[in-house]
C-alpha cells in the first residue's frame, strides 16, 4: 500500500502560478511511475504530467510550455509547477502512483487538491 499526500492548492488569477506537492509514503524509485491527473467539473480525469522511476517526464499537450513535473527523491515527493494558468486549468488535482515492485499492476491516487484560476 503506498500512501499519497498533496498540498499546494488554491486560487489564483489567470496568469499566475501555483506549485503542487505529493508526497508518497515509500521511496519515488519503487514506485513505477508517478503523476498529476485532474478532474473539472463534468469532465473525466486526465493525465497532466508523469514521471517515470527513471526520472523521464511526460506532459499532456495542453500544458507543455507551461508546467514542469519533477522530483526530490529525498523527501519521496515530487511537485508540480504551473505557470501561466488560465480558467481551463480549474480543477480538481490527484496525485497518481503507478506499479510498484511488489504489486506492478496496482495504481494508488492522493485524495486530490483543488486548483481555482479565476479570469
Known amino acids: 500500500q503506498v500512501q499519497l499526500v498533496e498540498s499546494g492548492g488554491g486560487l489564483v488569477q489567470a496568469g499566475g502560478s501555483l506549485r503542487l506537492s505529493c508526497t508518497a509514503s515509500i521511496s519515488v524509485f519503487r514506485i513505477n511511475a508517478m503523476g498529476w491527473y485532474r478532474q473539472a467539473p463534468g469532465k473525466q480525469r486526465e493525465l497532466v504530467a508523469k514521471?517515470?522511476?527513471?526520472?523521464?517526464?511526460n506532459y499532456a499537450d495542453y500544458v507543455k510550455g507551461r508546467f514542469t513535473i519533477s522530483r526530490d527523491v529525498f523527501e519521496r515527493t515530487v511537485y508540480l509547477q504551473m505557470n501561466s494558468l488560465n480558467a481551463e486549468d480549474t480543477a480538481v488535482y490527484y496525485c497518481?502512483?503507478?506499479?510498484?515492485?511488489?504489486?506492478?499492476?496496482?495504481?494508488?491516487w492522493g485524495q486530490g487538491t483543488q486548483v481555482t484560476v479565476s479570469s
Open positions: 514521471i517515470t522511476s527513471g526520472g523521464t517526464p
Open positions: 497518481n502512483a503507478r506499479g510498484t515492485l511488489q504489486s506492478p499492476g496496482a495504481e494508488y
